[in-house]
């Protein structure tokens, strides 16, 4: 018997469900027990990153309490009290936390006029390879101030001249101490360029900046920041207009 258009599609479509379900159940015998592995491994992967995740906020919040409490006993002079705290946050898996906790071990050194102390701790950070660069220069800017005047001049050049550039954020306070080894070295020029360029530099704190101009102005070098020769000329404009008048 002859089978009618909509029976043999009926047949084909039969034959290609019992063709796609042998394909996977071969597919399946064949790569079945691996297909189930990497769904374990994977799923286990997340819940392990999820969990390390939660240990993470956690370890972070105890870190944030204990930083918490050593800065208050700080503040009450209980210097004694701080120290156990700071020196497990100094140990933390948490850059910040390790971070804050040596600056503020340094900064305790540098009240007892400790600058040798001091300045290992703030060597530390620099060295610290795992912290980020406003930590790490930073840090080597306090240690250099704490052993600028055990330091040659040339050190001082050399270990600071990557952070005094006009783009890094502490270009004031590193270019300072730059500025001063270039006058112990007899480099005038040198100096009074550096100086001129803090000067001129907006981002470069007030106090470096009113200090840049007068050593620069001492060393020769014309360093008015631009908005003050500005209001400068507006002035000597308006008193000119009104003496005119």
């Given amino acids: 018997m002859a089978l009618t258009p909509q029976n043999n599609q009926a047949f084909l479509r039969e034959v290609d469900e019992e063709l796609r379900k042998e394909q996977a ?13 990497v769904i374990v491994v994977g799923l286990a992967s997340f819940g392990g990153y999820l969990f390390w995740q939660s240990q993470q906020r956690e370890a972070a919040g105890r870190d944030g309490e204990r930083f ?23 140990q933390s898996k948490s850059d910040g936390y390790r971070a804050a906790a040596m600056f503020t071990q340094a900064d305790l050194l540098l009240q007892k006029d400790d600058l040798k ?18 930590f790490r220069h930073l840090a080597l800017v306090r240690q250099t101030t704490a052993e600028f005047d055990t330091l ?18 502490y270009f ?20 009074g360029r550096l100086f001129g360029q803090m000067a ?8 470096i900046r009113q200090r840049a ?8 070098v014309d360093a008015v920041p631009a908005e003050a020769g500005s209001r400068s000329d507006a002035t000597d404009g308006a008193v000119e207009s009104k003496a005119k008048q």
């Fill in 25 to 37: 159940a071969a597919l399946w015998k064949r790569w079945g027990l691996i297909i189930a592995i």
């Fill in 68 to 90: 918490q409490a050593a800065w208050d006993d700080l503040a009450a002079q209980r210097i004694e009290k701080a120290s156990a705290p700071l020196a497990a946050l100094a």
């Fill in 117 to 134: 102390g001091a300045a290992a701790k703030f060597g530390a950070i620099a060295a610290d390879e795992s912290l980020g660069d406003p």
């Fill in 152 to 169: 040659k001049p040339d050190q001082v050049v050399a270990r600071l001249r990557g952070v005094a550039v006009p783009e890094n954020a």
């Fill in 172 to 191: 004031g306070s590193a270019g300072e101490l730059v500025a001063l080894a270039y006058l112990k070295q007899g480099r005038r020029d040198l100096a």
């Fill in 200 to 207: 001129q530099d907006e981002k470069v704190p007030p106090t």
């Fill in 213 to 220: 101009v007068q050593m620069a102005g001492v060393l020769g």
